[in-house]
Nanobody, 115 residues
Framework: QAHFVESGGGAVQPGGSLRLSCVASPGAFKLEGMAWYRQAPGKQRELVAGLTNGGRTQYADSVKGRFTISRDIAKLTTYLQMNSLKTEDTAIYYC?????????WGQGTEVTVSS
């Protein structure tokens, strides 16, 4: 069954860094593009960063210059390096397809940025 497994979240202070990982099952990983999304308390899920097979990236304005998306195709893994974290980055982070969301979602990984 196709699925995503996210990990790497945690509690950090403002200015800190985290690296998130998303391992996809073979049926879930899309060469065309993978992306990270997040959902903060009381808010809708939003696109954080996307990466296409051609190497094109797209970032939410709020994370540009701080977050970097990458992937290891051999490991079916997508990463999100998050630097200079802010309290407003607090959310549950999920991975999914960049083009056409899959109907299934992983459990996500929780990121809490607080002093």
């Amino acid at each position: 069954q196709a699925h995503f497994v996210e990990s790497g979240g945690g509690a950090v202070q403002p200015g800190g860094s985290l690296r998130l990982s998303c391992v996809a099952s073979p049926g879930a990983f899309k060469l065309e593009g993978m992306a990270w999304y997040r959902q903060a308390p009381g808010k809708q899920r939003e696109l954080v960063a996307g990466l296409t097979n051609g190497g094109r990236t797209q970032y939410a304005d709020s994370v540009k210059g701080r977050f970097t998306i990458s992937r290891d195709i051999a490991k079916l893994t997508t990463y999100l390096q998050m630097n200079s974290l802010k309290t407003e980055d607090t959310a549950i982070y999920y991975c999914n397809h960049f083009f056409g969301l899959a109907t299934y979602w992983g459990q996500g990984t929780e990121v809490t940025v607080s002093s």
